[in-house]
């Protein structure tokens, strides 16, 4: 697929953002089915749950594990895009934030191939870029309370049923966070307004009024078959 018309312009590379990438039936099919995961599935953070498919991302290789057909058929959707170069996504991190949830500053770091796919579902939210300062510089898995505030260089809006991929720069330079609010107040520094489905202006308050549910679709590379010991 030739990306150029949705390429986001304003702001450091690489940045591309397709409204519209999955229809509202396809978006109420995952919302049923996220809605229908049993609950031991999910782990529950401070600030949001989720559920790992494909596996659980490991130093030492992931344990590979199928994913659902109802979710690989969006697996294959972004992978029929060629995103992935030589590779191929096979796995899905399913996060879901209730109004007022969000996500602290980090990376998504040495564990993926440097590419980041992300279908939104629900309400929508406001992704935020800072700039990494160094090793380490990745509050989301410290046990600090109080990371140190980061400038906000500029922000994507993520409306449901968008695709948003994040490459180059924007994996390994930049940290991404969503603020703990219950409404997002728009301003200037959302780079992508031309590219959004809806017409906005600055200043609106769009209310985070339903749950938002996001699959990361990612490529892991070092992956392993599970080994059983038989004694
Ligand atoms: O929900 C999102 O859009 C971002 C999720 C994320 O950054 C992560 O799980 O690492």
Known sequence: MDFTGFEVRKCPPTVTYIPNFITSEEEQRILSHIERTPKPRWTQLLNRRLVNYGGVPHPNGMIAEEIPEWLQSYVDKVNNLGIFESQKANH????????????????DGPLFYPIISTISCGSHTVLEFAKREGAGDDPETKDSDTPPAREVIFKLLLE???????KDSLYSEYLHSIAETNEDVLCDRIANYDLCE????????????SP???????????TSKMKLKFC
């Open 198 to 209: 809806n017409t906005y202006k600055i200043g609106d308050h769009l209310p985070r009024r």
């Open 92 to 107: 899905v991190l399913v996060n879901e934030y209730l109004p007022g949830q969000g996500i602290l500053p980090h990376t």
């Open 160 to 166: 449901p049923r968008s695709l948003l991929i994040l």
């Open 212 to 222: 938002r549910i996001s699959l990361t679709i990612r490529n892991v590379p070092k």
